[in-house]
């Protein structure tokens, strides 16, 4: 029995070459050579690591633990994977018109205030011939709340999707 323990003490503090544990690990040495860069395996000497260090720094590393505040594979991996359902799932509602992009809103809230400066700029002149010979300040400020009340009404009724098919019907394709 006394064999077995001198093997496996001799294992224990077999040291590795890069490739040797490139090969151990299913992984190739360009890998090896960046976990120990980023610390995650440690070498005794110049491309030499103690295997079973190795062996047990690497679980733990896929497994998701890491002993020097730095962010594991495994967290890495999930998180990527994470943002990338998010992204997908934003794409989606976008196509499904659930979302609308911040370029949209602009457009819709830029032709909607156009709409409401045309409506507010054509008052004056409507409104001129009326006023002109009503001398009661209530009957003119009566006649001014309706026509601000129409626009505002028409404002409110106001559909971007139809403008926009307006605009779309009008446009002159380019050759």
């Known amino acids: 029995m006394a064999k077995p323990n001198a093997k496996s003490e001799l294992l224990q503090e077999k040291e590795v070459s890069t490739s ?3 090969a ?3 992984k190739s040495p360009q890998w090896v050579r960046q976990l120990t860069r980023e610390k995650v395996l440690e070498q005794v000497n110049r491309g030499k690591y103690v295997l079973s ?7 733990k590393h896929v497994e998701g ?3 020097n505040g730095k962010i ?6 999930a998180e990527h994977e994470r943002i990338k359902k998010e992204m997908a799932e934003l794409e989606l ?4 018109s659930h979302l609308h992009t911040t370029q949209d809103v602009q457009e819709a809230w830029s ?3 156009v709409e409401f400066r045309k409506r507010m700029t054509t008052l004056p002149p409507r409104m001129a011939g009326q006023l002109a010979f009503i001398d009661n300040e209530k009957k003119v400020k009566k006649l001014l709340t309706d ?3 129409a626009a505002l009404q028409v404002l409110a009724q106001y559909d971007p999707v139809k403008e926009a098919g307006k605009d779309e019907q009008t446009e002159i394709p380019n050759p």
């Open 24 to 26: 151990i690990i299913g």
């Open 72 to 77: 594991s594979y495994r967290d890495e991996k």
């Open 65 to 67: 633990e890491s002993s």
């Open 93 to 96: 509602e976008e196509m499904r």
């Open 147 to 149: 026509e601000i009340t």
């Open 53 to 59: 260090e190795a062996v047990q720094a690497y679980i």
């Open 111 to 113: 032709d909607l205030i």
């Open 20 to 22: 040797e544990l490139a």
